[in-house]
C-alpha cells in the first residue's frame, strides 16, 4: 500500500489531537507553521498544503515496516526482537573522563569522540540538560561538548526539529543520536530526501538508544522541580528491576521516587510503540543489566561495524560478550514491548486489520499476537 | 485644516457638515469648545482647535466625552458660550451628566452636537441619539444640508439662551463627512468675559446649577420643551414642497431629505408626491405637522435610523379629534424601510416606487446584464487591514504566537480603535470581544474571576493608549482591588490614530499644540503595584516571550505596554523610510511546503504581494513603509532589509 | 464658463484608501464652487487610510443642492486612481453613457488573486462609452512621487474635452491650493495629464 501523503491539518487530527505523537520533532522546525514548546507540538498558523513534509515524515503516519527495513538493511523487516543484528557485545569507555560524566558505560560518547577526531563527522545532534534539568536539543562539534550533553533525562525531546532548522547549504557531516521513534522517523526522510532543507545525506552516522516509553517534558519537569533542588542532580537512573524505582543523584546521595508515581508522565504514545531498540539505527545503544558501568550494544549496518572496529583498534572501548541471560533478558522484554504495542493498537482501532500507522506482514502480526 | 474662520461674510465655501457646524458655532461667538474624537464627529473639534488661537478662544481635546460636556457646561456656567462635539457612543458616555444638566438649565448658550454614523462605517455600534431629545427632553434639531448646518448651529445658542436649556443639533456620516455650498455670515467681534454667578433667580439660597429638586426642576423642564415647540410651530427649518393635494406624502428630516428630494425627481414624481421637511426633530412642531397631514391619506417616514419621527407622529395622530382622517403609515413600522442601517437615494426610490406601483429602471437593461456578467474574479474585495508597518500587525502577531504556544486556549478581550481590526485576518482573528471604549479590560475582569469555575484560560484584554485614559483605567484598578487575573495590552502609538492623529494625555501635547505635562502611562501603572513590561512590537521575539510569560501569571491583574508610534504618523514626519526591502527570489520558497506564502496569505501587510505568475513574493514599492518587520517572519530569509 | 449637459453631473472618482481620491475631489469641488454651481461631494471615510476600496460621488448642480449619494446606474464621469476600482463603480454606477478615465496601475488586494490587467481594461472599455487609460503612476514616479499620479488625473479630466471646467480655472484653483514649488510640479503633473489624453 503506497502511502498518501496529507497535510498538517490532517496530521493533527490524526497524530497529534489523536494522542499518538511522541514529540519526535520530525515535523517541527522546518517550517513557520509546527513548532515544539514545552513538551507539545504547536500550530501556529493554519497551512493550507495538503501534502505536507510533516506529516510525511511523521512516524505516527503511515508506516511501511517493510519498505523502510529494504531501505536501510536491503531485507525486509524480520519481526525479530532485537531487530536487523550483525553482533551484539558489551562495551564500555576506555576514557576515564568519559567514564566519569557516563549514564551507564559512555560509549556513545566515546563512539562520536572518535568519529568527530577521525573527521567522519563535524558534529553530532542529541540531547542535552541545562542546568535545571530541561532537556534541548543540541549541535556538538568537540569531545569537550560531548561530555555536556552525556547523561539520561528519560524526557521526550524533539531533536530532529534541530535537523529540520539546519540550513538548506550547509555541508557539515552529521551524527545523531536519537530514540526509536525519531530514527524511524529518519528513515522515511532518507527514504524520500526533504525538500527545500537540508541535503538528508549530510547524516552520516545514526545512534539509536533502547527505550521503553519517554515521559513528557511539561509535566515531569514540573514534578522535578517541585521535589528536587535541580541544580543539585547530578545523573537521573532507573534502576533495572526488581528496583522500581526512579533515582536523582546527588552529591549528598542519591533520592529515589517510587516507578509507579512516575508512571503517569509517560507519554501516552509510547504505548504503540513497536521498537524498544532502535531497530534502524546503525548502533543501537543501552545499559547492561546488572553489570553497572557497562553498555550494551547492538552494531546493525556496515558503517555501524566500522566504527565499532576502529573503535577497538584505537583503544577507545573495551568491547566484551554480552553474557547470553543478557541476551535473552534484553531480547524477552523487546518482545513484550511489540507485544503490547500491538495489543494496544488493535484495542484503539478495535480491528484486527487496522493496525493505525504501522503496516506489517500478516505473519509477522500473527506470530505477535500468538 | 479648513477654512472655517475665514473673514468673507457672504462667500460661499465648500465644507463639510462637520466644518459647517464649526462655521456656526464662530458665528455665534462661542468662547470653548470641547470634545473626544470620534468618527464622524472629529473636524467639528479639528477645525475648531486650527482657528482658537486666532479667534481667541480656548478648544481642548478632553480625556473623554463625559468630561467634553463637563467642561463646556462649566464654561457655559460661567456665562461663555460652548460648544462640545462627540459621535452617537460619546454621547452615551456622557449621559449621566447630561441626564442631570437638563434639570440644572445653564448659564451661556451651550450646545451638544451628536453625530451619528448609521451602517457603522466607523463605529462599535448603530445608535440613533434622537431618542434622547424625547428621553431627556432636550430640544434638538437636525440639518439637511451644509448650509443647515452652519445655520442651526448658529441659532441653536440663540435657542438654548432663550430656553435655558442645552440645545442638540443631531448630524450623520452623510452630512458630517460629506461637502456641500456654505454661505458665511459674519464672525462676531466682542470680546468675552467670564463670572460664575451662583445665585438661583428662584430660590437665592439654592446654588443654580444643581440638579435639585429634581421632581420640581423636571416640571418646569416640561415647561421648557412647550416654550420650544411654540418657537418651532414657525421655525425657518421646517418646510413643505410639493402639491396641495398629494398622492403620497413624505415627512422626512436630516440626510434623508435630500434623498427623497432625488428620489422623487427620478421618478419624476414632483406633482404627486409632496416632501414635508422637519429641522426642529424635539419636540416637534405639532400644528405645523397636522396642517400638512391632511395633504394626503397615504405617509411615508423617510428617517434615520430608528422609527422615531415615526413614532411621535403616531402619537400626534393618536390624539387628533375622532373626527379627523387617519392616514396609512408606511415607514419602519410597516416594514418599508428598514429600522436598521443607512439610507440612500436607491433605497427611497425604491420605496415609492413599490408604494406607488412603479417601475424604475436606472439604466438600460442590456447594460445592467453586461454589468452583471463580470467576472467576480476581477474585482477582488479589498479586506480591510492595518495600514503597512502599523505596529498592531506586529504586536497581534506575537500575541497570536504566544497564546498558540501557551496551548491553553487563551484569548484576547477588546474595544473600538484601528485595533478592533485584530477581529479579522489584518489581526490574525485574535480580537474575540469587541465592544465600546475600555470594555476589553472590564470584560477582562470577569473573566479573570472564574478560576472557581474550572476556568483555565489566559485572558488578554487590549486597548489603545487613548483609550486608556479615557475609559480602561477604572476597569484596570477594579482587577487590582478585585483581585481580577488578566494581562492588559496597552497599544501605545502616541495618538488617537483611528480618528485622525489626534493628541491625548499620555502624548504630552494639547489640542491646540502647546507642550503640557505627559502623563506617564507606565508610572501610573507602577504606582498602582502593577508589574508592567514595556516592548517594542517590532521586536517580535521579545514581545511574544514577554508575552508568554504575562500570560503564564497568576494573581491579580498585569501590564505589557506595546509601544511604537504610528506609522502614518512618523511616515509623514519622517519621509525617509527606516529600511528598504525587498525578496531574494532564489531564496523564495513561495507555495511550496515549507512556506505556504506565510507572508502575503498569513501576515498580509499590503505592500506584500504575491505574483502568482513567478510563484514569489514581492515588495511593491509605492506600498511598503520599510518598516521591515516582514523580514523576520520570513521563514527562508527570503526578504531582506537594508538600513536606508 | 461653460454650462452643464447635463444637470446634475454625475462624477465618481474611484480608488484604494491613501490614494488620495479626498483631495482630487475637493480640488475639483472648488473649481466648480468658484463658478457659482452647487456642488456636493460624498466620502467614503475610516477606510480611507486603511487600504479599503474608496469613492467620492461629486453632485454639480446650476439648481439645487444635490445628496452626497449619486443614485445606482447615474455616473457620467468615472475617473479612476486604480483599475480594478474602476471597474467595480462601473458595475454599481455605469451606464450606456458613461465616459471613464483611468489609471491603469493595479494596487493589489492584499492576499488576493488577480486576473490580468488586459482583461480588467478590457472590461472597462467594454463598459464605457468613451474610455482613456492612462499609466499615470509610472508618470508620476519619474516625477518622484505616486501621490502625483492624482494631478496626472485630473489633467487628463481636463484635457478630455468633456469636462466643464478648463484649463484655466483649475490651475487658479491648484494655485490657491499649492505653494510655490509645489504649485509648479503639481503643473508639470496636470500638464502631462492633458497630454496623455491628447494622444
Redesign the interface.
Known sequence: MDMKVKGSKELLTEVIDAGLCTLCGACAGGCPYLVSYKGRIVLLDSCTISQGQCYQYCPRTYTDMDAISQQVFGTPYSGDELGATKEVLMTRSTDARIKESAQYGGTVTSLLSLALEEGFIDGAILTKMSDDKTPSVFLAQSTEELLQCAGSNYMACPVLQALNQIPKDSEQRLAVVAMPCQILALSKMRQEPPQDRMNIGNVKLVVGLFCTWALSPDGFHQFLKENLNLPQVTKFDIPPPPANIFEAYTPSGKISFPLDEIRRFVMPACAYCLDMTSEFADISVGSVEGIEGWNTVIVRTDVGAQLIEMAKEKGKLEVDTLPPENLAHLKEASLLKKKRALQEIITRSGDRKNLLYVSLQQSIIDRLLA | MSGVGIDAPGSTQLFIGNEAIARGALEAGIGVASAYPGTPSTEIMASLISVAKEKNFYAEWSVNEKVALEVAAGASFAGIRAITSMKQNGVNVASDFLANLVMSGIGAGLVLVSCDDPSTLSSSNEQDLRNIAKWLDIPLLEPATFQEAKDMTKWAFDLAEELNSICMIRSVTRIAHARGNVRLGELPKKEQKAHFDSICPVVPTLPKFISYPSAWLHSQLHAKLDKARELFESSPFNWYTGPEEAELLIITGGSCWLYSLEAVKALKLENKVGILKLGTIWPLPQKFIELHLSKSQKILMVEEIDPFLEGSIKELVADLPPDAPRPTFYGKHSGHINAYGELNPDLVIEVIASIMNLTYESRPAEYSKKAEEIPFTYMPPRIMTFCPGCPHRATFWAIKNALRLDGRDGFVTGDIGCYTLAIGPAGFFQMRTMYCMGAGAGVANGLGKLGQFGFTQPVLAVCGDSTFFHAAIPALINGIYNKSNFTLVILDNNATAMTGFQPHPGTGITGMGETTTAVDMEALCRSLGLQVDVCDPFDLENSTATLLKAIAQDGGPRVVIMRRECELVRGRRDKKPPYKVHVDCDKCLGEACGCDRLCTRVFGCPGLVWDSESGKATIDETICTGCGVCADICPQGAIIREAV | MKTLTKDPLNLIIAG?G?QGNVMI??LI??AF?KE?Y??????????S?????VMSHLRISRE??????I????ADIILGMEP?ET??I???F???DVITIANSRL?????????SLD??VE?IE??SAKSWLINA?DEA?KLGD?IFANMILIGALVGSGIFPIDKKSMELVLRESFPGEKFDTNMVAFNKGMELVAQ
Open positions: 484604494v491613501g475631489s475637493l469641488g472648488k464652487i457659482g452647487f456642488v456636493t461631494i460624498g466620502e467614503t471615510y475610516g477606510a487610510q486603511r487600504s479599503g476600496s439645487n443642492q444635490y445628496s452626497p449619494f443614485p445606482n446606474g447615474r480594478v471597474l467595480r462601473l458595475q454599481q455605469g451606464n450606456s494596487i493589489h488586494a492584499a492576499g488576493m488573486e488577480y486576473p482583461k480588467i472590461a467594454g463598459l503612476t514616479m505616486p
